[in-house]
Nanobody, 125 residues
Framework: QLQIVESGGGLVQPGGSLRLSCVASGFTLDSSAIGWFRQAPGKGREGISCISGSGEISRYADSVEGRFTISRDNAKNTVALQMTSLKSEDTAVYYC??????????????????WGQGTQVTVSS
C-alpha cells in the first residue's frame, strides 16, 4: 500500500519556524520528485516546493522563496520542509505528495499521484 504521512504542523507565532516531515511507505521516495502543497480555507491547493529524486534540484513558489527550504534524506525515506519567518498568510493545511516524474516538472496537483492526509499549520499571535 502506497502511503505518505506528514507531521510537524502546529501553532506558531508570526516570525517563528516549523519543520514539517513527510514519510513514505510502500515505495521509496528517491524514485520520484516530492512536492509540498498547501491549502488555506476557501482557496485552492497551492504548490509551494518540490525536490527532485536525487535531491539536487529544488524549486519554490514566489510566496515562500527565501523562507522555506526543502530537503530529503533518502536513507530515511523522508522529505522535510523547514519553514522560517512564518506569516499569518502561511496558515493552511500542508500536504506532501509523490511526483509522477523524477524531476520537478511543475508544482501542480496533476503532476503528483500519492498524497498524504495533510498537517495543519496555524500562524497566529
Amino acid at each position: 500500500q502506497l502511503q505518505i504521512v506528514e507531521s510537524g504542523g502546529g501553532l506558531v507565532q508570526p516570525g517563528g519556524s516549523l519543520r514539517l516531515s513527510c514519510v513514505a511507505s510502500g515505495f521509496t521516495l528517491d524514485s520520484s520528485a516530492i512536492g509540498w502543497f498547501r491549502q488555506a480555507p476557501g482557496k485552492g491547493r497551492e504548490g509551494i516546493s518540490c525536490i527532485s529524486g536525487s535531491g539536487e534540484i529544488s524549486r519554490y513558489a514566489d510566496s515562500v522563496e527565501g523562507r522555506f527550504t526543502i530537503s530529503r534524506d533518502n536513507a530515511k525515506n523522508t522529505v522535510a520542509l523547514q519553514m522560517t519567518s512564518l506569516k499569518s498568510e502561511d496558515t493552511a493545511v500542508y500536504y506532501c505528495a509523490r511526483g509522477r516524474y523524477y524531476h520537478c516538472s511543475g508544482i501542480v496537483p496533476a503532476n503528483f499521484d500519492v498524497w498524504g492526509q495533510g498537517t495543519q499549520v496555524t500562524v497566529s499571535s
